[in-house]
């Protein structure tokens, strides 16, 4: 029988943590603040802005939220960005993605102070990730290594393969892997026989975007499959980029779409905004 990953249980324990060190901080007069910034209003945007600011009221983060119009200008963006980064009652700030085609995304993303940069994308934090020195790590593949080890599954000496190389998950989940001693191989749309390299996996991270694409045929019997995707199929439910009845029973544990992989990043959210204040107290 295979186990199924809990995030949602997870997720929960972690903010519990958090919510009790900044119960402790407040004792200090110590407050920590996160500023969100959404631009426009795409529909799966408003929902995840709207639920970074309710496991803030959770965990006790104060939540500045900008909600900008659609017509907003980069020059307007990049100058709310700048006053935030010199706002002292600020501790993190989150830009939401995507952004409205005429922003240049990089642009704005550089210009987040990286000590700031809760969601771990700035190239300073992205560079310290990949060189095993302290900084912010991207949210999603942060969360991936919480549920593993608090599932009990140990990633020293196994192989890890990640399939998908974005700058968000599959980049820093690979240097995550690596860095808690796992042999780490990435999988792209270019990879050759891609299948034969995802059975080679004890670990197998999916997060290539494609509805349902991995199959029993991808995985070895007994991996750990950990499933980033989020799709709405044609009969309006949700499925991951595993076909979890497929691929479930081959597995010695797997994380269910929802309640595996998406839970767990703003549970990191917080943790990266707390975890600086305490770094830095
Ligand atoms: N859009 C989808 N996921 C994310 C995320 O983790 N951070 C930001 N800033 N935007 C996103």
Known sequence: MYQIIDGKKISQEIKDELREKVEALKARGVKVTLAVIQVG???????????????????????LVYRLPRETTQEELLQLVGQLNRDDQVDGILVQLPLPGHIDEDKVLLAIDP???????????????????????????AGIIQLLKRSGIQIEGKECVVLGRSNIV?????????????????CHSRTKNLKEIARRADILVAAIGKPCFVDADY??????????????????????????????????????VPGGVGPMTIAMLMYNCVEKKLAIL
Do not use: W
């Open 41 to 63: 209003d795409d529909p799966a945007s408003s929902v995840y802005v709207g639920n970074k600011e309710k496991a803030c009221a959770y965990v006790g983060i104060g939540s």
């Open 115 to 141: 000590q700031k940069d809760v969601d771990g994308f700035h190239p300073v934090n992205v560079g310290n990730l990949s060189i095993g020195r302290p900084g912010f790590v991207s949210c999603t593949p």
């Open 170 to 186: 599959g980049k820093p989940m690979a240097m995550l892997l690596l860095r808690e001693n796992g042999t780490v191989t990435v």
């Open 219 to 256: 995985v070895k019997e007994g991996a750990v499959v950990i499933d980033v995707g989020i799709h709405r199929k044609a009969d309006n439910k949700l499925c991951g980029d595993v076909d979890f009845k497929s691929v479930a029973p081959r597995t010695s544990a797997i994380t269910p």
